[in-house]
């Protein structure tokens, strides 16, 4: 039993108050409702004292004390409003306030809020500053040094909070200044556009570019990010139906943190290009899957319609066709970007409507091998630990996942874990940003994980590392993964994988040994034909160590995008209903039947590649696609567009006209992330509310809305009238989230399941005493070494590899109309090796043409040596470059994942990059910005 906490009794402003032992003065003078000044105090950052505007006076002693950095002792007498105190506190701020300019920028500021509030009036002095020029040379950040009082809460922000290390304090007594990186113009620096150092600037030295922050919104409204898994909680300050800037906020999963795309990618939803009318596709204009499309031009494919028309249309030919070739003719996507509601709604209308399984989204371009092996070897497909268990964690082992990039706030805990003693792993082909923090990087070989990782565990099982208790009490299966990791000695696979066999064995004691070692995977994992393989060495390595069911161990494959994991509880997946219930479970299928109403397809349906297929073989016919982009997202786009254009019928319910939407018979506009209100679940399990902040343009309607009526035209009689509604069934149908109400959601924002009944507070850490399978045992599972379907040769000798980028999202439908995200990353680059680019005779910034069996594509080389020499590393969110044109549609044979981190290339110099000028938000900015720099 813990021992009870001991109190500090002290005397605040003349009355007795108690603290705990780590608590400043500023702290419980805050919680007794006591203002002191502060303008270097920032809660949750490390206390400095250097403002001095928070001066104390103590009892008995000679000078003041700084109330953040200073903690209370037992009989303690302190005064926050004693003469003594006071004058020094307006002393500072009037001080502060001859030095501060008198501009607009400044008009907002700290010093002036608490100048008013101690009644300090216009200085007596005035400033000898030498005040420095004006840097806007970043998109996102404009820098006016004459407004710092070098407080260094952006220093902090950027050193302790980000861990980026961009932001300084150079030079000393009048020199002294911020700076960034080595003083250069901060839009020629490291900064990665967090905005971190912007939300913690007192004064208005550090500023959202272009002032917008100066604008006084109408309200301020809580939501939530729409871009990755990691679901970071943020206010939208809205004026006019018009979202202004956007602010961090205190949300489980980011504690106010945000990054590039979650502060600045928002104004998509103003964009020009937003879909107002519903559109059909003009008598005679034909489709081809080798199309160039033009949002500016949306008017020469398609005419505008009447709500009526379009619906009438888009929902009768798909129960024409349901009605003549039977529901396995159709197929829909749903999207990982919509809410729970969203996701629930239309695969319960692919269920119910058209009657067939056929129903996918991304899930199956990105995790879905993860969520295979997890669901064969412990029960579950979600994570088993928080992300930030990493700070509990003594061993970090990251591997195919580059989180400063996908996952930015997420790789913060992880640098923050560093900063406190956690050894950090990294396991990647390429190397990325957190490898400068690892305490061992493992750069090896491309597709060569399985022997890799079984090398590891062969080094635990033979050196008797092994947990023998968790293995006997709590697994099954261990004695044939014993005997299959015996061939894969460190010495065997070191060739292989191309990695010392002193360093695998090392790295494998560390995790085994530690008293608490989590794993964090991400694509480069799961995207590959043995990316179901990859992971059951993953969960192999947990099991077999123990390192699972604590708080600080476990398994995390990071979910990419913002509703990925809740879609696919929802049952956005072919062959699982919501809860991954099985389709040919009878007992689940009862049970759904029971409460939807309707029989129900006992065949799993097709994923999102077989149904590229089915349209090539006349099986598929129609299709629903919601908030999907598969003519970029899919791998061999090309087949993917021309298999599109052969669908008899196609609707499409988005906001733009994405390359997808261009295909489409109707387009129905849809609602933006901001303009709706609805459920999301991010990476940790963690079911959060985004709420709507402004309302959709011209006639867009809200997604749950069309879904309704969509469902109408197929004979579904639904009429849900509010959000809540949908959410209501979804809990009483999916025994996960049984405890989780509206009202408490509404109340408190967040809630992670499990959570059965409700009051139950929820479980962030599972598989604690048992796993959800048979027995309650996880199951080992064997994996041996299977090479990627298509291997370099002398045509093609080089290998792409294919991710994503920070500044833009999956296929920059949205972020390359965020106008300070374009501004940043205007045109499609490839990441070189500068030795290949020195070897082909290709200077940095040069066009090169990457071509593959497929297709080809022409982009700007970038030297990056993240990629080891012979890979090249392309983002997919380029129109005018989609390398998706160019990856392997070959399919893992458990997850059903596309082989997107591998395949043959061959590079040659020159070409032509085209350029999509109307597509982006930023080409503006982008000159403003070189012409700053």
Known sequence: MNAPIQTITFELNGRAVEALPHETLIEVARREGIEIPR???????????????????????????????????????????????????????????????????????????????????????????????????????????????????????????????????????ENAKIVFDQDDPMGNSTCVACGECVQACPTGALMPAREVALNIPDKQVDSVCPYCGVGCQLTYNVKDNKILYVEGRNGPANLGRLCVKGRYGFDYAHHPHRLTKPLIR????????????????????????????????????????????????????????????????????????????????????????????????????????????????????????????????????????????????????????????????????????????????????????????????????????????????????????????????????????????????????????????????????????????????????LRGQNNVQGASDAGLIPMMLPDYQRVDNAQAREKFEQAWGTKLDPKPGLTVVEIMDAIDHGQIRGMYIMGENPAMSDPDANHARAALAALEHLVVQDIFLTETAYLA?????????????????????????????????????????????????????????????????????????????????????????????????????????????????????PADIIPADERPDLEYPMVLITGRQLEHWHTGSMTRRATVLDAIEPDPVALVHPLDLERMGVKPGAPITIASRRGEVVLYARADDSSPVGAIFVPFCYYEAAINRLTNAALDPFGKIPEFKYCAIKVTPGGEVAHQSSYGGGQILAGMAQSAT
């Not at 070739?325 to 509601?341: D, P, R, V, W, Y």
């Open 39 to 173: 303008l270097c105090y920032k809660e949750g950052f490390e206390a400095v004292g250097n403002c001095r505007s928070c001066m104390v006076e103590i009892n008995g002693e000679r000078t003041l004390a700084p109330s953040c950095c200073r903690h209370p002792s037992q009989g303690m007498k302190v005064s926050t409003d004693s003469a003594r105190a006071t004058a020094a506190q307006k002393m500072v701020l009037e001080l502060l306030l001859a030095d501060m300019p008198e501009a607009e920028y400044t008009r907002k500021n700290e010093v002036d809020l608490w100048a008013e509030k101690l009644g300090v009036g216009k200085p007596r002095f005035t400033s000898t500053r030498r005040q420095p020029q004006r840097d806007a040379s970043h998109a996102a950040i404009t820098v006016n040094l004459d407004a710092c009082i070098q407080c260094t809460r952006c220093v902090r922000a950027c050193r302790d909070e980000q861990v980026n290390d961009v932001i300084g304090l150079a030079f000393r007594g």
């Open 282 to 557: 003009r008598a005679g204009v034909p489709k081809t899957g080798d199309f160039t499309m033009d949002p500016d031009r949306v008017l020469d494919v398609f005419r505008e319609a009447t709500w009526e028309e379009a619906l009438e249309l888009a929902g009768g030919k798909l129960a024409q066709i349901r009605d003549e070739h039977g529901g396995a003719a159709l197929a829909g996507f749903g999207s990982a970007k919509g809410s729970n509601e969203e996701a629930y709604l239309f695969q319960k209308l692919v269920r119910t409507g058209f009657g067939t399984n056929n129903v996918d989204h991304c899930t199956r371009l990105c995790h879905a091998s993860s969520v295979s092996a997890l669901l064969e070897g412990i029960g579950s497909g979600a994570v088993s630990n928080p992300v930030m268990d990493v700070t509990r964690a003594e061993v970090i082992l990251i591997i195919g996942a580059n989180p400063t990039v996908n996952h930015p706030v997420a790789a913060t805990w992880i640098k923050n874990a560093v900063r406190t003693g956690a050894k950090l792993i990294v396991l990647d082909p390429r190397r990325s940003e957190l490898a400068r923090h690892a305490h061992r990087y493992l750069q090896f070989k491309p597709d060569t994980d399985v022997a890799l990782l079984n090398a590891m565990m062969h080094v635990i099982v033979s050196e008797r590392l092994v947990d023998e208790a968790f293995i006997a009490s709590r697994t099954i299966g261990y004695e044939e993964l014993e005997k299959n990791v015996a061939e894969y000695s460190p010495e065997a696979m070191a060739p292989i994988c191309g990695i010392d066999a002193e360093l695998i064995r090392y790295v494998a004691r560390l995790y085994a040994t530690s008293k608490g070692s989590m794993i964090l995977w991400g694509m480069g994992v799961s995207q590959h034909i043995h990316g179901t393989d990859n992971a059951r060495c993953l969960i192999a390595l947990s099991l077999m160590t123990g390192q699972i069911g604590r708080p600080g161990t476990g398994l995390h494959p």
């Open 665 to 781: 018979d109707v387009i129905l506009p849809a609602s933006a992330f901001p303009e709706k209100t609805g459920t999301f679940t991010n990476t940790d399990r963690l079911v959060q509310l985004g709420r709507q902040a402004i309302d959709p343009p011209g006639e867009a309607k809200q997604d749950l809305w069309i879904i309704q009526q969509i469902a109408n035209r197929l004979g579904l009689p639904w009429n849900y009238g509010h959000v809540a509604e949908v959410f209501d069934e979804m809990r009483h149908t999916m025994p996960s989230i049984g405890g989780i109400t509206w009202e408490r959601l509404e109340q408190n924002g967040a809630v992670v399941y499990p959570c059965m009944n409700e009051g139950d507070v929820g479980q962030p850490v599972v598989f604690t005493e048992l796993f959800p399978r048979e027995g309650g045992r996880a199951r080992f599972v």
